[in-house]
C-alpha cells in the first residue's frame, strides 16, 4: 500500500515522461525515414520511361508531370525517399543533430511546422529547377533546419562559424554545386524556406508580444511553396 500511495497519478507520469523527450519528434521523423526506406526495399523493379526502377521508388518520388496529373502527395513522400544506405545515412546523421539542437529551442509544434515547411520549399525548388527529374530525400528539410539555426544563431550575436553549424551548411551547399546527380533546387529551396521560416520563429525580440508570428510563417511559407509548385508543373 505505501509503494501505490507514492506512485504519481498517470496522468503526472506521462507528463514527466514527455517532458524527459525534449527532441521526440527528432526521433519519430529518423524512425519514419529509416521505415520507409526499409519498405522502398520491397518493391519490385519495374521498366520506366527512364530505365528500370524500383517501383516503390517510382510511387513516391517527386517528379512535375506525377503533380500535374494531381498526384501531390509527392511533395511529402518524396521526402521521406532516399536512394541507397548513404543517401539516408547522411540526412538522418545531420537530422538527429540539429533536431537535437532546434527542437528543445522551438518546442515540438514549430519545429515540425518547420521541418515541413523546409520540405515543401525544397519540393518547390526542386520542382522549378529540374521539373522532369525523380526527385527524393529529406535534403530539403534537413537544409532548411541547418539555414534556421544558422539564422538563429546569428540573431542572438553568435557566429554560426564558430558552433560547426556555418561550416556545415557551407560544406553541404558546396557538394550540392560540386556532386552529379543532387537536386540543387531541392536544397536551396529548402535552406532559403528554412530560413525565412527560422528567422520569424527564432526572432528574440518579437517573444515579448508577437510570438503569434513564429506561428503563422510556417502557413505562410507553405502556401508560397504550393504556388510556387503550381507555377513549375
Known amino acids: 500500500d505505501c509503494v501505490r500511495a507514492a506512485r504519481l497519478p498517470r496522468a503526472q507520469r506521462m507528463r514527466n515522461w514527455n517532458a524527459a523527450q525534449p527532441a521526440i519528434v527528432t526521433r519519430a521523423l529518423v524512425v519514419a525515414n529509416v521505415l520507409a526506406y526499409v519498405w522502398v526495399l520491397t518493391g519490385d523493379t519495374v521498366l520506366t520511361w527512364g530505365g528500370p526502377i524500383n517501383e516503390n521508388e517510382w510511387n513516391m ?12 502527395w509527392r511533395l511529402v513522400s518524396s ?10 545515412g547522411m540526412n538522418m546523421l545531420l537530422l538527429w543533430q540539429l533536431g537535437e539542437l532546434l527542437e528543445p529551442a522551438l518546442d515540438r509544434a514549430k519545429f515540425t511546422l518547420l521541418y515541413f515547411s523546409s520540405m515543401l520549399g525544397g519540393a518547390a525548388g ?9 526527385t527524393g530525400g529529406a535534403s530539403g528539410a534537413v537544409f532548411g533546419l541547418m539555414a534556421a539555426a544558422t539564422v538563429g544563431l546569428s540573431q542572438r550575436g553568435v557566429n554560426p562559424f564558430r558552433t560547426g553549424i556555418g561550416a556545415t551548411l557551407l560544406l553541404n551547399l558546396l557538394i550540392t554545386f560540386t556532386i552529379p546527380n543532387i537536386s540543387i533546387g531541392g ?6 524556406m528554412g530560413a525565412a521560416v527560422g528567422y520569424a520563429m527564432l526572432e528574440p525580440k518579437w517573444r515579448r508580444g508577437s510570438s503569434w508570428i513564429g506561428w503563422v510563417a510556417p502557413f505562410i511559407g507553405t502556401l508560397v511553396a504550393l504556388v510556387l509548385v503550381r507555377s513549375a508543373i
Open 61 to 72: 518520388a517527386l517528379s512535375a508531370p506525377f503533380v500535374a496529373d494531381g498526384q501531390w
Open 187 to 192: 536544397h536551396l529551396g529548402g535552406a532559403a
Open 79 to 88: 521526402g521521406f525517399l532516399h536512394f541507397g544506405l548513404l543517401h539516408l
Open 126 to 134: 526542386a520542382l522549378l529547377l529540374s521539373p522532369n527529374a525523380l
